[in-house]
C-alpha cells in the first residue's frame, strides 16, 4: 500500500502559519512560569508540614518536563515532591494538558499505602467534598476524568471510595480543572495548585 504524502489545503494552511507557532510558544513559556511558581508555593506549604514520606524521600527533588505526545497533545508538568523507585511512588503532579484539562494529582504506592488508606478514612471530613475524585484506571499513568475513570470524594460516597481502595496497592487522587475553567483568565491557576495540595495533605500528614 502506497502512502499518500500530499497535503491537504488545511494541513498547508497550518504548516505555513507562522503566528500560530509564535503562540503556541508564548504560551508554552507561560505555562512553564505558572508551574515553577506552583512549585515555589508548594515548597513553602511543605516546609510547615510533616509528610508521612517513604524512606529515601528528598524534599528538594522536582522535576519539570514538556512533551508533545500526550495522546497527541502536547503537555507540560512539573512532579513536586516527587519519589519514584520501582515499589514505592509519593508524587504530586501539576499537569497542564492541551485541548483537555489541567490536573493535580497525588500519586502514592508502597509500603505505606495502608498508613495512606488509614488516613483518609481517619480525615475523610477534612478530604471530602473539595472537588478531589479518586482515580479509578488501574494505572497511575492515565489522565482522564469522568464516568467509570474517576469517583468524587464525597461524605455520600465514603463506602463506594472505601470498597475501591480495598486491597489496591496504589491510589491516585486528583482534581481536574477543565481548560476552560475561569482560573485559566483570572490568572488563578497557582492559587488552585496550592489549594488541591492543601486539600490532600490529611492523606499525607504524619
Known amino acids: 500500500m502506497t502512502t499518500s504524502h500530499s497535503f491537504t489545503p488545511d494541513e498547508l494552511t497550518l504548516l505555513a502559519d507562522r503566528e500560530f507557532f509564535r ?8 505555562i512553564k512560569q505558572i508551574l515553577e511558581e506552583l ?9 510547615l508540614q510533616s509528610l508521612l ?13 514538556k512533551g508533545e505526545h500526550l495522546e497527541d497533545f502536547p503537555y507540560q508538568y ?3 515532591p516527587r519519589l519514584y523507585t520501582r515499589e514505592t511512588k509519593f508524587a504530586f503532579r501539576s499537569l497542564i494538558w492541551w485541548g483537555h484539562h489541567i490536573v493535580f494529582a497525588l500519586m502514592i504506592e508502597g509500603p505505606l499505602i495502608k498508613q495512606y488508606r488509614r ?26 476524568y469522568g464516568p467509570g475513570l474517576t469517583l468524587p470524594i464525597a461524605r455520600s460516597r465514603r463506602s463506594e471510595v ?3 481502595l480495598d486491597h489496591r ?16 483568565e483570572t490568572g488563578t491557576i497557582v492559587d488552585e495548585g496550592l489549594k488541591a495540595f492543601q486539600a490532600i495533605l490529611p492523606v ?3
Open 78 to 80: 512539573v512532579d513536586f
Open 204 to 206: 499525607i500528614r504524619t
Open 53 to 65: 514520606a517513604p524512606e529515601g524521600f528528598d524534599s528538594q527533588a522536582r522535576q519539570f518536563v
Open 39 to 47: 512549585q515555589e508555593r508548594l515548597e513553602a506549604e511543605i516546609a
Open 119 to 144: 488516613n483518609l478514612f481517619n480525615r475523610y471530613s477534612e478530604v471530602a467534598d473539595r472537588d478531589l475524585c479518586l482515580c479509578l484506571s488501574p494505572s497511575l499513568w492515565e489522565w482522564k
Open 23 to 30: 503562540k503556541k510558544a508564548k504560551i508554552s513559556l507561560k
Open 162 to 164: 472505601a470498597a475501591t
Open 169 to 184: 496497592t496504589f491510589f491516585k487522587i486528583a482534581r481536574f480543572l477543565p481548560i476552560d475553567d475561569s482560573a485559566m
